[in-house]
């Protein structure tokens, strides 16, 4: 962090980041998780009484902003928890649980879970689509990782996974599928198995019909021309990849973000949380420097995220 952000109270005091967190979270004042109420809210005071305590005289139950969010439970001071979203909000390319243990003096136990939940906290609710009229969406498929447990093998490719030129795919590999639309953002999905079915639903289910759509000759999008205002492919196997607007650098060049964090960063992902690592990975890709986003709009985006997405450590299915 630089020395401006780390001199601020939200980092150095627990007192001042609950004050931090409660402002953005209850702009118009405390809100009782239990019955919903925001009248006849007190704040508990006292020397023995824990930071930021409240008390709603309506259902008679007490609360702190930290109920119903990933902060929920946790004996993590408050202060550290947003230094680690700041830490991973400004990672281009993510960072370790190994660092985070080391800058915030936390067990790694601890580092690794903390960054399963803000992962949490990044993932997106806009379900709306992405495109529309004028707007180009370009689409492409990777496979990263081993797969875990056994490969059913596939019966004449039947439910195999393409590759480009048509070949069989890797069916040891984890798939993983990404939308991105030009100039604005990126929806990234780990289906079991890149199939055309799978791949043809998640196209038509987050992009919109009248978009320009963008891809490669990979016969997986085959047939879809029919669905989108037009479809333009580029054939990488004959060493084409730009011809006039029709080309899929972009999808690639996140990507290529994406291998670079996974392998240099993290290394080891286990397949069950593979959907967590791509909404980080999506997360700074929608909220970058070029849409108008700095480091501490990132952070705060995340603290906007962390309502309603608690996770125990047997839920996120514990183990490094």
Known sequence: MSTSVLNAAHF????????????????EGPVCPHCGGFERISKMQGKATRLGLYKCYQCRKQFRVTVGT??????????????????????????SSNQLHRTLGVTLKTAWFMSHR???????????????????VEADETYFGQKEGPVRPSEQRKDRPYTKGGKSGPAHKRAVVS??????????????KATKEAVVGIVKDNIAAESRFMTDESRLYHGLSAHFGSHLTVKHSHGE???GDAYTNTVEGYFSIFKRGMKGIYQHCAEKHLHRYLAEF???????????????DRADN???????????????GGGL
């Open 12 to 27: 150095a005091s627990e007192e001042a980041a609950y004050g931090w967190v409660e402002s953005r979270l209850w702009p």
């Open 302 to 316: 995340i603290l906007r995220g962390v309502v309603g997405k608690r996770l125990t450590y047997r839920t996120v």
């Open 179 to 192: 939308l991105v639309q030009r100039g604005g953002k990126v929806r990234s999905f780990h289906p079991e």
């Open 241 to 243: 990849y730009v011809r």
């Open 70 to 95: 990933i902060f929920e439970a946790s004996h993590v001071p408050l202060n550290l928890w947003l230094q680690a979203m700041y830490l991973m909000a400004s990672s281009k390319k993510g960072i």
């Open 118 to 136: 803000i992962r949490e906290a990044m993932t997106s609710g806009d379900l709306g689509p992405l495109g529309g009229e004028g707007m180009t």
């Open 282 to 296: 999506d997360f700074r890709y929608n909220n970058r420097v070029i849409l108008g986003v700095n480091d501490r």
